[in-house]
């Protein structure tokens, strides 16, 4: 309680530290912000040509069917990975001004969510320069499957990056996880064609309630099915009350370890 | 004492710090090698309790070591005490790192925001302070230019001003009233007292005892991680500084053992190991050298922080490798900033040039060594009678200087008042 009366004071560092690590981020690159869009562009580029003619899938405007689910792995993807390294990243910070720790994963994250919503933009410039067209009613709840699928990278990023911080070889490790993670998710690919034997492990991982929340939004332009929202909040709450008791607990010696 | 006139409660609180001998933080190695990651256990505070009123100031004192700055650390919550309790009743700002988070590339004023975003300040808050902030830094012309094209002072001086706008209750502060030109730090002091004025908390921590002397009501000097006095700044000090001085000589009479030693041993090689760190530092044709300085005070103990109007005396340990016929002295006084305080040999003095033969000792008294407070270098030299260095020996020695007057300048000219 105390930790959220303190946060809540200090929101103005969590502002600008998003500020600073927006603005800092594409510094000195030819193309600047630009970027924010151009990466995940490319990513959709290579595996389209890859699940769509190579492969052939067989899905219906493959690349919108995979862009409406790319764009929030890449959040979720980099909360995890980078977000680990955050906290070593402000170590200068850490070690010698006092401050309520959570805000760097916090920020992190937040700085990650609001480079989601810029993507964003160009999705729906896509549904709209192709046609496909929006449902309204089922737009409503977007902002509610971001919000889950928010606590869950904040989750994760309060665990890792106070790991991180007593165990380096984390960050490593996480980039080929995370790898696993996403082909763990039916992102590049369909639910239904996933083997039966192994869909108790894909309905545990609480990426894949997401993922098909904004498939069924922004693909489908349907409402989506509540059980499996309600489902992926509860695991999305779960794992922010495991990040933030691991964090607390471990973040009382940062500034001797760092 | 009522609860709430407590602004500080410290009680019993010991930390000690793992020193890994070989620390292995990668998995393989705390796989492999669980056992061999042995560390020592450092204490470094060994059960500390003290309190603080409301509205009062105090000062940390000890050398270096002695686990003074841990303890301001544990006050702001940088880490915590392995036993005891820690209360803090009241907002906290920490004049430890000063421009935290600072971004060369925003302007002053972003930096502004960004930096006391960090101390907990909402942005309400700051816009309320910014006029102030701004003021206080005398950025005004600057403020809306990048970081990166402020001279370190400039820096400084922002990032002070940000730190003490805070408002805070308690203000914690570690060695940093060394910011700046010397009318800005008599600015800060004056803002200091103000805030004390106003009733605000303060710790500090300092080398500085005439910066303590002018603003704690209370000094407590912690030695090897307990508490060993406590009391009036001007007790404590002195207290203090006598035992400096003891283990001062202490130590340079091991120094002294040991070079006699080692000179005995091998006589040859000494010279040149000493050459070599020094070299730009120092030059001359090495006919006579200085070998060693000693400062005193006027009752003969050897020192090197003297109060300001005390007197000092040098002595000069010289040897004689060719004759000097016609050798000259000298003396130089820098402050930090490099400005030459006070500078004079022994020709200027219209002393008779006098033949160095064989080593001895000179000695330059000064009588009433009115230096302001701060770090003094002081340059030695022998030359000949044509101002040929002999031995030219740049910042030979250190000193400081402490008063609890709180002149500022470089040097206190003898005054008098008519009102």
Redesign the interface.
């Known amino acids: 309680m105390n930790t959220i009366k303190e946060l809540y004071a200090y929101r103005q560092m969590i502002f600008s530290l998003v500020k600073k690590d927006l603005r800092g981020r594409y510094k000195g690159s030819v193309l600047g912000f630009l970027w924010t869009f151009i990466n995940p562009l490319l990513q959709l580029v290579v595996y389209t040509v890859v699940f769509s003619y190579i492969l052939k899938a067989n899905i219906d405007r493959y690349y919108l069917y995979l862009f409406v689910a790319l764009i929030p792995w890449i959040f979720f993807s980099s909360s995890i990975t980078v977000g680990a390294s955050s906290v070593v990243a402000q170590k200068d910070l850490i070690k010698k001004i006092y401050f309520p720790r959570m805000v760097i994963p916090i920020s992190y994250v937040t700085s990650c969510f609001v480079n989601m919503l810029l993507c964003f933009i160009v999705i729906f410039a896509v549904i709209i320069v192709t046609g496909v067209g929006v449902n309204f009613a089922a737009l409503l709840t977007l902002p509610i499957i971001m919000g889950v699928e928010y606590v869950m990278a904040l989750g994760m990023a309060l665990l890792t990056s106070a790991v991180t911080v007593y165990f380096r070889d984390l960050e490593h490790i996480l980039g080929i996880v995370s790898m696993m993670w996403m082909y763990m998710t039916p992102i590049m690919y369909d639910k239904s064609i996933v083997p039966d034997d192994l869909l108790p492990a894909f309905n545990l991982n609480p990426m894949t309630h997401v993922i098909e929340c904004y498939r069924t939004v922004l693909y489908n332009k349907a409402m989506p099915d509540l059980s499996t929202l309600l489902f992926a909040a509860g695991l999305g709450v779960a794992l922010l009350i495991i990040g933030c008791l691991v964090f607390n607990k471990l973040q009382r010696h940062f500034a001797e370890e760092l | 004492m009522a609860q709430n006139e407590i602004a500080i409660d410290v009680n019993n609180i010991t930390k000690s ?2 020193v890994f001998l070989d620390k292995g ?3 393989k190695e ?1 796989l492999l090698f669980r056992k061999r990651s042995r560390y020592e256990e450092r204490k470094v505070l060994r059960g500390i309790s003290f309190q603080v009123k409301k509205g009062e100031a105090i000062g940390l004192i000890g050398h270096n070591g002695c686990g003074k700055s841990t303890t301001l ?1 544990l006050l ?5 005490p392995d036993t005891g309790t820690i209360t803090m009743n009241g907002r ?1 700002s ?1 004049l ?2 000063l421009g ?2 600072f ?1 060369p ?2 302007s002053g004023r972003e930096n502004i ?2 930096n ?8 309400k808050e ?1 816009d309320a302070r910014l006029n102030d902030i701004v003021a206080f830094s005398e950025l005004e012309e600057f403020i809306d230019n990048p970081v990166r094209t402020y001279s370190s002072g400039m820096y400084m001086r922002l990032a002070f001003s940000v730190a003490i706008n805070v408002d805070a209750d308690i203000l914690l502060i570690d060695e940093i009233l060394a910011v700046g030109d010397a009318n800005f730090q008599a600015k800060c002091f004056n803002k200091l007292k103000e805030i004390k004025s106003h009733g605000t908390t303060i710790v500090i921590v300092s080398h500085s005892l005439g910066q303590i002397e002018q603003i704690c009501d209370r000094s407590i000097w912690i030695h090897e991680g307990l508490i060993r006095a406590e009391g009036p700044p001007k007790e404590i000090d002195l207290e203090y500084l006598d035992f400096m001085g003891q283990k001062l000589q202490e130590s340079t009479r091991k120094e002294l053992e040991e070079k006699q030693q080692e000179e005995a041993s091998e006589p040859a090689e000494e010279e040149e190991q000493e050459e070599t760190p020094e070299e730009k530092k120092r030059w001359g044709s090495g006919a006579a050298r200085i070998k060693k300085i000693r400062a005193y005070t006027s009752d003969g103990a050897e020192q090197r922080i003297f109060r300001t109007g005390e007197s000092i005396r040098f002595k000069l340990d010289y040897t004689v490798k060719e004759k000097v016929p016609d050798a000259v002295f000298g003396i130089g006084i820098f402050n930090r900033d490099g400005v030459q305080c006070y500078g004079t040999n022994t020709r200027i003095d219209k002393l008779p040039e006098f033949s160095l033969e064989k080593s001895g000792t000179a000695e330059i008294f000064l009588e009433k060594a009115d230096l302001l407070p701060g770090e003094y270098l002081l340059d030695f030299a022998i030359e000949t009678g044509d101002g040929i260095p002999v031995d030219y020996y740049r910042e030979a020695y250190k000193i400081e200087m402490i008063s609890n007057i709180g002149d500022v300048g470089i040097s206190r000219l003898e005054h008098k008042w008519n009102i």
């Open positions: 710090f793992k933080s990668q998995l705390r650390k702001t919550k940088i880490m915590y906290v920490s430890i790192e935290a988070g971004h590339d925003m925001y960004t006391a975003s960090i101390f907990g300040l909402t942005k700051i």
